[in-house]
């Protein structure tokens, strides 16, 4: 039987945003007056994320009180809706016993959106705030900015541990969350030059399957720190499916009118799979629906490939052959948190890609020139990277998993054999003063080295593999601290 639903909208818009998935629901049998539409004040400068998460609590309880809303009921989220969600359930539920059965995201920015920025400047309060006096929402904007550490902060109670453990708000048993987004673009935000997002969040950002690790350079050699993978919390695997046909806005619109698709399987997909998230009762249920959903993902994955199967896919599913495949491409967004071995920030830094040498001689060096692996690197790997506006010590890169990969690419064509088949990040931070360096005493800019991802020549997946598909990542790179010989002197009295 359908249940209650409560539908949360994201950032600038109102509830009324979530009217039509509420509508649409209702032709399958859920009744009007089970449907709820959730709101916040998201451009208000004052409100926090923390502050809706709360209020949302009080919320759901005066409605269970007055018999409104049944002890359990199904979430369906869109954009930023989904930060206002998953902190309220990590603040008040961080080990499980949520009263929500299955939470679906469409198109969440779980961790972050490029657009955060924008929403900031001079213009977006004129245009957004002209009504609001000039507010745009700032405290909310802070929380999508790319990097920012709301973002990790939640993540570390219903995700990721760096400390093993493995109590979360999700299960498969009891709440279960859900992504959907699209991979289409909104009309004109290209012109913003962003790859393999719905024009407003990366598909790797809206994936709730982050991976984390902790790399120590205090421990081991600076070419060899210490790698600590972070702990997964609640299920290994949350549905994520790709749609092809849907961009940031055209996700709340099931119908298959609403589609860039003409294909009838193509344009009537959302609507099916907002059905079938719902509808999961059980970890079977839950395991078959990823399953289904990853068979979505691996369509929309050969929409970037080429070949005869490739060409009749995109004439089926985008009405020609020809059609541009460079959107479908798998991203991975790398969030790098910089501190030194006391927790103190490192704000003064640089993180580039490279790739170790074959002879071991692997010391890296912003003073050494710069290589032409390197500078393959920066032009055809990373296409974004940006710094986060109120933690300088985050950094965000978005690196294109196809340039990395294919045959043409990075790992199995650009690197010569004077180069292990690896991709790394080098780092290189500058000392803050006199008295204190960063990695090396003897040197004004200390580098490190740290390995992301091997390749296997006999196997597109093989090799040890720290970045995965469509996937944000976590580093937190502690740097040593090297203090002067003076910061602490004794000397005799006489």
């Not at 994955?301 to 985008?318: P, T, V």
Request: proline share 5%.
């Amino acid at each position: 039987m359908p249940g209650h639903v409560l539908l949360i909208h994201g950032w600038s818009a109102s509830d009324k945003s979530m009217a039509e998935v509420g509508h649409f629901l209702t032709v399958y049998g859920y009744q009007t007056a089970d449907l709820f539409l959730g709101g916040y004040p998201s451009m208000s400068d004052d409100v926090h994320v923390a502050d809706s998460a709360r209020r949302m609590q009080a919320v759901i309880n005066e409605m269970q009180g007055d018999g409104r809303l049944p002890a359990r009921f199904h979430l369906i989220v869109h954009s930023t809706g989904a930060l206002v969600a998953r902190r309220w359930l990590a603040e008040n539920y961080p080990a499980g016993g949520a009263p929500v059965d299955n939470l679906l995201m469409l198109a969440p920015a779980n961790f972050g959106s490029p657009l955060a920025t924008l929403g900031r400047s001079l213009l977006a309060r004129m245009v957004k705030g002209w009504n609001r006096g000039f507010q745009t929402g700032t405290e909310f904007l802070h929380a999508l900015e790319l990097g920012s550490c709301l973002q990790q902060d939640i993540a570390l109670i219903d995700r990721l541990s760096p400390d093993g453990e493995t109590a979360s708000p999700f299960s498969a048993t009891g709440t279960r969350p859900f992504v959907l987004v699209g991979a289409c673009q909104i009309p004109g935000t290209q012109i913003l030059g962003e790859e393999a997002w719905d024009g407003t969040v990366r598909i790797a950002s809206a994936n709730m399957d982050p991976q984390g690790m902790t790399v120590d350079f205090t421990t081991g050699s600076l070419t060899e720190p210490r790698l600590t993978q972070w702990t997964r919390r609640g299920p290994d695997k949350t549905p994520f499916a790709v749609l092809p046909d849907r961009h940031h806005l055209t996700v709340l619109r099931p119908a298959a009118k609403r589609s860039e698709s003409k294909d009838p399987a193509t344009a009537n997909r959302l609507s099916q799979l907002i059905l079938d998230a719902l509808a999961v009762n059980s970890a079977a249920g839950y395991d078959q629906v990823a399953a289904q959903w990853q068979a979505v993902c691996d369509e929309t994955r050969k929409l970037a490939q080429d070949g005869e199967e490739a060409d009749a896919l995109r004439e089926r599913i985008l009405g020609r052959a020809s059609a541009d495949k460079s959107r479908f491409n798998e991203f991975y967004q790398i969030v790098v948190d910089a501190v030194d071995e006391t927790g103190l920030p490192v704000t003064d830094y640089q993180l580039w890609l490279t790739a170790p040498r074959v002879s071991g001689k692997n010391s890296v060096s912003a003073g050494k020139a710069i290589t032409r692996i390197e500078i393959d690197a920066h032009n055809n790997l990373i296409k974004g990277a940006h710094r986060n506006r109120r933690n300088s010590e985050r950094r965000v890169l978005h690196i294109d998993r196809r340039a990395l990969l294919q045959s043409e690419g990075f790992l199995r064509k650009t690197l010569t054999r004077a180069y292990e088949p690896v991709l790394a990040a080098a780092i290189t931070a500058a000392s803050p003063g006199d008295k204190i360096a960063y990695f090396s005493k003897d040197a004004r800019e200390g580098s490190g080295l740290i390995r992301l991802r091997t390749h296997s020549p006999s196997s597109d997946a093989g090799g040890d593999r720290f970045l995965r598909r469509y996937a944000t990542h976590f580093l937190r790179v502690i740097i040593p601290r090297v203090l002067d010989d003076d910061v602490f002197t004794v000397r005799p009295l006489g």
